[in-house]
């Protein structure tokens, strides 16, 4: 089993920055692929990036290419989300997952593992 646990969200105004974390722990051998997805009130959860184990590959959901940079540090065992020019639809709850696989898919029920996730709120 893994547990997962996202920190960095906060408070921005339109056109700031925010960086989040991603630290899992307990079974930490599988080299898995990592996603990040968000959840904005009364919407569906939605993919916003993933990131295969070896960080070779990477998507992103369109809304957030060319904004958004996610990322995997795999000797600090972290998964990274680097968001600049964020938007007020940004505003989510924002959530890593792992999927136990090295390669990476947009399909939310394909992880097998989720952490509580870390609010992100911008506003205009």
């Known amino acids: 089993q893994v547990q997962l646990a996202e920190s960095g969200g906060g408070l921005v105004q339109t056109g700031g920055s925010l960086r989040l974390s991603c630290a899992p722990s307990?079974?930490?051998?599988?080299?898995?692929?990592m996603g990040w997805f968000r959840q904005a009130a009364g919407k569906e959860r939605e993919f916003v990036a993933a990131?295969?184990?070896?960080?070779?590959?990477?998507y992103y959901a369109d809304s957030v290419k060319g904004r958004f940079t996610i990322s995997r540090d795999n000797a600090k065992n972290t998964l990274y989300l680097q968001m600049n020019s964020l938007k007020p639809e940004d505003t989510a709850v924002y959530y890593c997952?792992?999927?136990?696989?090295?390669?990476?898919?947009?399909?939310?029920?394909?992880?097998?593992?989720w952490g509580q996730g870390t609010q992100v709120t911008v506003s205009s």
């Open positions: 997952a792992a999927h136990e696989q090295s390669w990476i898919t947009t399909n939310d029920y394909e992880y097998n593992y």
């Open positions: 990131i295969s184990w070896s960080g070779s590959t990477t």
């Open positions: 307990g079974s930490t051998s599988n080299r898995y692929a």
